[in-house]
Nanobody, 120 residues
Framework: QVQLVESGGGLVQPGGSLRLSCAFS????????IGWFRQAPGQEREGVSCISSTDNSIYYSDSVRGRFTISRDNVKNMVYLQMNSLKPEDTAVYYC?????????????WGQGTQVTVSS
């Protein structure tokens, strides 16, 4: 059974940093791609970043490229999202998730989410 549990969200000032963590179980990264999407109130879901299981390619949305970094620890079954230079528009609930494919912004398993609020 696929399970994903996010942590690390919180309140941060603009320009600050946060690191989100995701503990996963029920699969390996050899078989599943993994990434993060976010959803703000009244807005559509937005894929943020993804690591492909097929060729280890890493994807970022245009809105976070250069500020966010995704990484993984295959031994600990963890995935991380380092978020730097945060902006108020990054405020959202962030979900760790397995995508149908990284190139397609569609997700089929996700955790409960962690709230990130960027505000002064």
């Amino acid at each position: 059974q696929v399970q994903l549990v996010e942590s690390g969200g919180g309140l941060v000032q603009p320009g600050g940093s946060l690191r989100l963590s995701c503990a996963f179980s029920g699969f390996t990264l050899d078989d599943y791609s993994i990434g993060w999407f976010r959803q703000a109130p009244g807005q559509e879901r937005e894929g943020v970043s993804c690591i492909s299981s097929t060729d280890n390619s890493i994807y970022y949305s245009d809105s976070v490229r250069g500020r966010f970094t995704i990484s993984r620890d295959n031994v600990k079954n963890m995935v991380y999202l380092q978020m730097n230079s945060l902006k108020p528009e990054d405020t959202a609930v962030y979900y760790c998730a397995t995508p149908i494919a990284c190139a397609i912004d569609e997700w089929d398993n996700w955790g409960q989410g962690t709230q990130v609020t960027v505000s002064s």
